[in-house]
C-alpha cells in the first residue's frame, strides 16, 4: 500500500515562496504520475498541478501557472511543488496525490484520476 506524506507548508507573506514536499513508500514510486491539489475553507478541492511519471509533461491550473513548480526526484521517491508569489488566494490545504490505474474518459485534473492521498500540509499566506 503506496502511502504520502506531505511537508513545508507554513505562514509566509503575499509575495513569498514555500516548497512543499511528498514523500511516498510502499510502492514504486516512478510508476505514479503524481499530482498537487488545494482546498480553502468552504470551498471544493481544486486541481493545482500534476507531473508525469517521469516528469516529461507537466499540467497547471491558470491560477498558478507561471508562479508554482511541480517536479519530482524518482530517486528519493518525492515529489515536489514550488509556490513563488503567493497570494492570499492560494492559502488552503496542500495534498499530493498518486495515480495508479490510468481511467480512461477522465481527465487528469479531475480528482478521480488518483489512487493514493497524502493527509495534507496548511499553506497560509497573509496580506
Known amino acids: 500500500q503506496v502511502q504520502l506524506v506531505e511537508s513545508g507548508g507554513g505562514l509566509v507573506q503575499t509575495g513569498g515562496s514555500l516548497r512543499l514536499s511528498c514523500a511516498a513508500s510502499?510502492?514504486?514510486?516512478?510508476?505514479?504520475?503524481m499530482g498537487w491539489f488545494r482546498q480553502a475553507p468552504g470551498k471544493e478541492r481544486e486541481f493545482v498541478a500534476r507531473?508525469?511519471?517521469?516528469?516529461?509533461?507537466?499540467t497547471y491550473a491558470e491560477s498558478v501557472k507561471g508562479r508554482f513548480t511541480i517536479s519530482r526526484d524518482n530517486a528519493k521517491n518525492t515529489v515536489f511543488l514550488q509556490m513563488n508569489s503567493l497570494k492570499p488566494e492560494d492559502t488552503a490545504v496542500y495534498y499530493c496525490?498518486?495515480?495508479?490505474?490510468?481511467?480512461?474518459?477522465?481527465?487528469?485534473?479531475?480528482?478521480?484520476?488518483?489512487?493514493?492521498w497524502g493527509q495534507g500540509t496548511q499553506v497560509t499566506v497573509s496580506s
Open positions: 507531473i508525469s511519471t517521469y516528469g516529461g509533461t507537466t
Open positions: 510502499g510502492g514504486p514510486f516512478s510508476n505514479y504520475a
Open positions: 496525490a498518486g495515480e495508479y490505474r490510468v481511467r480512461l474518459g477522465v481527465v487528469v485534473t479531475d480528482e478521480s484520476r488518483y489512487d493514493y
